[in-house]
C-alpha cells in the first residue's frame, strides 16, 4: 500500500510560478512511474505530466510543454511539479499518480492517487 500526500498550491497571478510537491510513504517510490493530472469540474482527469522511474524519460502534454517541470527524488521519496508562466486555464484540481507497470499518461490503471490538490490562476 501507497499513500500519496499532496502539498502546495494555492493562488497566483497569471504569470506567476508554483511548486507541486507528492510525498509517498509506504513502499520506496522508485518502484512507480509517476505523473502529474489535473481535473477540470465535470469532467475527466487530464493529463499533465508524467516521469519514468530512473527521471531518464519525461513526458508534458502539449498545453503545458515549456512551461511546466516534472522531477522526481527517490531518495525522500517525493515527486515535484514545477509550474512557471502559469495561466488562468491552468486553473485546475491537480493530482499525482503512481503506476507500478507503465508511465502513466493516462488515467486508465493508476495504482494510487493524490488527494488533490487546488491551483488557481488569477488573470
Known amino acids: 500500500q501507497v499513500q500519496l500526500v499532496q502539498s502546495g498550491g494555492g493562488l497566483v497571478q497569471a504569470g506567476g510560478s508554483l511548486r507541486l510537491s507528492c510525498a509517498a510513504s509506504?513502499?520506496?517510490?522508485?518502484?512507480?512511474?509517476m505523473g502529474w493530472f489535473r481535473q477540470p469540474p465535470g469532467k475527466e482527469r487530464e493529463f499533465v505530466a508524467a516521469?519514468?522511474?530512473?527521471?531518464?524519460?519525461?513526458y508534458y502534454a502539449d498545453s503545458v510543454k515549456g512551461r511546466f517541470t516534472i522531477s522526481r527524488y527517490n531518495a525522500n521519496n517525493t515527486l515535484y511539479l514545477q509550474m512557471n508562466n502559469l495561466r488562468p486555464e491552468d486553473t485546475d484540481v491537480y493530482y499525482c499518480?503512481?503506476?507500478?507497470?507503465?508511465?502513466?499518461?493516462?488515467?486508465?490503471?493508476?495504482?494510487?492517487w493524490g488527494q488533490g490538490t487546488q491551483v488557481t490562476v488569477s488573470s
Open positions: 499518480a503512481a503506476d507500478r507497470d507503465s508511465v502513466p499518461r493516462n488515467s486508465i490503471n493508476i495504482d494510487y
Open positions: 509506504g513502499r520506496t517510490l522508485s518502484t512507480y512511474a
Open positions: 516521469i519514468g522511474w530512473s527521471s531518464i524519460s519525461t
